[in-house]
């Protein structure tokens, strides 16, 4: 059994795969704050609520983000789970090319997204990952990665209006009643979810203009179907899209 696991800004994300199929799998907070010996527990721990032990992992796959908390992590594995993580850098097998100007740049989870990409749907496409940060990324008909746009994700939008200006709640993301906001807290979700919707829409037109008709969006990250509800731009949604890369990438290197 292959654990897979995506350290994000906000998100530490795990699935358990046999074989190609997702079985358990969880979206937990990330602490930027937290010992080796406590992801080490956290392990355990939802092995236990899945009904495993450390004996039913035959091989970890791991995407960061956050270099802080790479070794971290990679401790916790070798102690608690007796397996030293193949890790996505640099000088592993992906099948895909990156065309970035400095490949050493992309975000693990990005490669991991085109390599899922170009494996269940094939390219050309443009992906959009929900996260901390909202990210557009590009890759070809041949599987080539060009590169993207990044921009400030929803929930950090959000929180920099709480943060920033004074008469401004924090609220949580839903759909409010109507575009035209008839207090704050309707007026900031409107901006925030229609806002991020027109975003959404216009970049993909710019892509689109550059990558070819053809297209395909697939849309991930913990607020993907937020978004795709709104807007008939995103063809598929696929929340798991990193780690079915991981599961991937795991299989190339062996």
Known sequence: MLLVIDIGNTNLTLGLYEGDKLGAHWRLATDHNRMPDEYGLQFLGVLQNAGKTVKDITGISLASVVPPLTGRV??????????????????????????????????????????????????????????????FNAITKDGEYLGGAITAGINLAAEALYTRAAKLPRIDLQLPPSVIGRNTIHAMQSGLLFGYVSMVEGMVGRFRSELGSDMKVIATGGLAEVVAKETKVIDIISPWLTLEGLRLIWELNQ
């Open 74 to 135: 990679i401790q916790a594995c070798e102690e608690y789970l007796k397996q030293k993580p193949l890790v996505v850098d640099t000088g592993i097998k992906t099948g895909i090319k990156i065309r970035y100007e400095d490949p050493r740049a992309v975000g693990a989870d990005r490669v991991c997204d085109a390599v899922a990409v170009m494996k269940l749907y094939g390219g050309p496409a443009c992906v959009v990952d929900f996260g901390t940060a909202t990210t």
